[in-house]
Nanobody, 125 residues
Framework: VQLVESGGGLVQPGGSLRLSCAAS????????MGWFRQAPGKEREFVAA????????YYADSVKGRFTISRDNAKNTVYLQMNSLKPEDTAVYYC???????????????????WGQGTQVTVSS
């Protein structure tokens, strides 16, 4: 499976963006998917994750209520809808795929075997 993110860009505070992560390969539906982000000078941090069925999701406290992760297994794509964006959301956003079958462990970057190249999100007026 290869992962390619898109949808990043420049947006004003309070605005919205939707990131997409397209996966190649027939085994996409067997992976849990996650979004992470890394701001300049900071470590990569967990943003959101979704299990293979799409029915269970996890969010970082900093984005809960503003971001929504979803997936379309028929299109081999996972999405991150980001609303009410803040300057502190500025970062490179990465999608990742995991074969981990647990739950909260999906918050750990070490659980993910595959990573995309990242897409820049800048929130600024």
């Amino acid at each position: 499976v290869q992962l390619v993110e898109s949808g990043g860009g420049l947006v004003q505070p309070g605005g919205s963006l939707r990131l997409s992560c397209a996966a190649s390969g027939r085994t996409f539906r067997s992976y849990a998917m996650g979004w992470f982000r890394q701001a300049p000078g900071k470590e990569r941090e967990f943003v959101a994750a979704i299990k293979w069925s799409g029915g269970i999701t996890y969010y970082a406290d900093s984005v809960k209520g503003r971001f929504t992760i979803s997936r379309d297994n028929a299109k081999n794509t996972v999405y991150l809808q980001m609303n009410s964006l803040k300057p502190e959301d500025t970062a490179v956003y990465y999608c990742a795929a995991s074969t981990y079958l647990g739950g909260d462990g999906l918050r750990a970057s070490g659980r993910y075997e595959l990573w995309g190249q990242g897409t820049q999100v800048t929130v600024s007026s």
